[in-house]
């Protein structure tokens, strides 16, 4: 199965330089006006849409959301971001969502920025998150996580009916409609009107006829005002109803498991404010995120299914995270220094040859090894998981409690936690992370999950192999060392949970080392080599080998609704360092009622009810 509207490659803008001016070939028309497009873009977006007075106004901790049709240069972003860093109350927050179908490439985006020394800084900081052209949704952070960027690299046709947000502020950019008429459709318009908030405003550089009558039948009230420059004339206008910012609800959350996906979910909420207590009566990461080092890669395909494409955006997702949040910052935590990996059959060779020719990869994060049959993720690497859980959970809201929650209930609008030690706590939300334990907290007993166990082993590493730098996945993985160790696994076992570590397992795993990395097996002593510890974890996984990451569903009701003000973030089998932190970004914007970080085909694909729905055929499908 394909999913229609992220499946097609990126084809990155053809640009012809004139002066300053970067001309797009397909169009024949200028990214901005020759004359100043800086005052351009203010004029016409930024003024257009009142932005100025709108962000002074706004609430303590609001949130604002503009979305674009066209990012091009970003010059829009960055005079609407200069705009609400002078205006704005500094605990708001911008999310600015852009969808282009033809990304510039990074050289040529810091091109076009050189011509604006005014936005230096600002232009540095996005250029230095410019996500990788990959099809689909990219959410970057920028300036101390004020701004939250949403890159939607498709065509807004195909990709407007399937984003999830509550728009307040419009730019229609885009080449001219002459130049681009297939972009101005009525589709474009009614996707449009069903994203906007009530009272939303758009602003637009054109004044063309078609675009007036296509925006009032979409439900827009327009008119013509003073365009830039040359222009006479172009369009403003706004949706039915009165306009209101949107405050963030902030509050006391409860997280339950101080694992990956636990301490991803606390640090999202903590930094939009909330108060977030973490559970865990082991401390942290002690489960299934516990051993010595992890790889960061994902299992590029070359169909872009929902899972294949969760796969992939949530790989892209972490390493912004790891990069946001400056880790691994030393040696002692990893390295994102590439991973290797080697096929383990040929089909797994016709999986990565097909990969890499689907065009659904950029060079600058896939590429084939040079000197083995296999793939390079150069923007991969291996960390020490606990120390990553570690370093998101040290934020002045989060405090980590090491008890176990035996049961959770709904009271009083609240949930309620019971503890196996002292009085009960309550809190405004929670988030279940404590992967299969969740069905023991409260009649969770329908989400179908199975444990795999598996051992790693540690070993010694020898002069031959301390100074490796890269971590390689066969149908195991090999790290290079932290501690003097290199991690060897994993044992694969879905018939036996407990945790009792193993010999024969250690065995296993050598002999499978030896027979996928004869080279490596060799280097580290062969038949010698010294296994001097091994550590036994249990993956937690879907039957559909997605997470469960979303609101929970009451399974009981008829029709299925959510419980308000539960979510969870489970299942993530053996990527949990990966799909662990878009999952978290996920879960932090249904509670915030933000911009969603997927589109609502992923929204489904990971939404636990998907569970529910599938028992009872006959339920329409999941909607958020
Ligand atoms: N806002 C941009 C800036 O600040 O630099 C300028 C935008 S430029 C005039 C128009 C942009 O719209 C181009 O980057 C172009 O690739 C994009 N575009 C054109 N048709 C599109 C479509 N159907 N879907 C998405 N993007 C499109």
């Not at 990788?132 to 498709?154: K, S």
């Not at 009165?242 to 609800?249: C, E, N």
């Not at 990956?260 to 401390?283: I, K, N, S, Y």
């Not at 729905?613 to 329409?620: G, I, M, N």
Request: proline share 8%; net charge negative.
């Amino acid at each position: 199965m394909t999913s229609a509207p992220f499946a097609t490659p990126v084809t990155a803008a053809e640009l012809d330089w004139q002066a300053d001016t970067p001309v797009a070939l397909a169009y024949d028309d200028p990214y901005f006006s020759r004359d100043d497009g800086t005052a351009e873009s203010r004029h016409v977006f930024v003024d257009g849409n009142a932005l100025g007075r709108r962000f002074a106004a706004l609430p303590a901790g609001a949130t604002f959301v503009i979305a674009e049709t066209g990012f091009g240069t970003g010059l829009n972003l960055l005079c609407a971001m200069a705009c609400f860093l002078a205006e704005a109350p500094a605990d708001s927050t911008l999310h600015f969502i852009s969808v282009e179908k033809h990304p510039l490439r990074p050289a040529d985006l810091r091109r076009a920025h050189s011509h604006w020394p005014q936005f230096a800084a600002l232009a540095e900081e996005l250029a230095q998150v410019y996500p990788p052209l990959a099809p689909g949704l990219h959410r970057r952070w920028l300036c101390q996580g004020r701004v939250a960027l949403t890159l939607v690299f498709a065509d807004v046709q195909d990709a407007l009916p399937h984003l999830h947000a509550r728009v307040d502020a419009w730019f229609l950019d885009g080449f001219a409609p002459a130049r681009n008429p297939d972009m101005w459709q009525p589709t474009l318009f009614n996707a449009m009107a069903r994203l906007s908030a009530p009272g939303a405003s758009f602003a637009t550089f054109t004044a063309a006829g078609f675009v007036r009558r296509g925006l009032t039948a979409a439900g827009f009230q327009v008119d013509r005002v003073p365009g830039f420059g040359r222009k006479r004339e172009m369009l403003v206008g706004r949706t039915a109803g009165d306009w209101q910012a949107a405050v963030r609800p902030t509050g006391q959350a409860a997280v339950i498991g101080a694992g990956l996906a636990g301490a991803t979910c606390a640090r999202a909420l903590a930094e939009r404010g909330w108060q977030v207590t973490v559970f865990d009566p082991q401390g942290i990461a002690q489960g299934a995120s516990g051993n010595l080092a992890g790889v960061v890669y994902t299992t590029p395909s070359p169909h872009a299914t929902a899972q294949n494409r969760f796969y992939q955006s949530s790989y892209l997702n972490a390493l912004h995270w790891l990069q946001r949040h400056g880790f691994p910052g030393c040696r002692d935590d990893g390295a994102l220094s590439g991973v290797r990996q080697y096929p383990p059959d040929p089909r797994q060779q016709a999986r990565q040859h097909g990969a890499l020719d689907s065009g659904l990869w950029p060079e600058d994060q896939l590429q084939p090894c040079t000197d083995h049959d296999g793939l390079l993720l150069p923007g991969g690497g291996y960390i020490r998981p606990p120390h990553w859980c570690a370093h998101l959970l040290d934020h002045p809201r989060i405090r980590l409690v090491q008890q176990r929650v035996t049961h959770l209930a709904p009271r009083d609008e609240r949930w309620q936690l019971t503890l196996d030690e002292g009085p009960a706590q309550a809190a405004d939300i929670a988030v279940i992370a404590n992967a299969a334990a969740a069905r023991e907290l409260c009649q969770l007993d329908w989400l179908p999950l199975k444990l795999i166990r598996g051992q790693v082993s540690y070993c010694r590493a020898t002069d031959a192999s301390h100074d490796w730098s890269q971590a390689i996945c066969h149908s195991g993985y090999l790290t290079p060392a932290l501690d003097g160790l290199h991690c060897v696994g994993a044992t694969f076992d879905l018939r036996r949970h407990d945790l009792q570590p193993d010999a024969s397992d250690n065995d296993r795993n050598l002999a499978e080392l030896a027979a996928q990395l004869p080279e490596q097996w060799a280097q580290l002593g062969g038949p010698d080599i010294e296994v001097v510890g091994e550590r036994v974890g249990l993956r937690c996984q879907s039957i559909d080998f997605l997470p469960l990451a979303g609101e929970v569903p009451d399974a009981r009701a008829l029709p299925h609704r959510p419980l308000p003000g539960l979510y969870m973030s489970i299942a993530h089998g053996s990527r949990g360092i990966t799909g662990t932190p878009l999952c978290a970004e996920l879960i932090a914007a249904l509670v915030n009622d933000e911009p969603l970080p997927v589109d609502t085909e992923l929204l489904g694909a990971l939404a636990p009810a998907r569970f529910i729905l599938r028992q009872r055929k006959k339920q329409p499908e999941w909607t958020p």
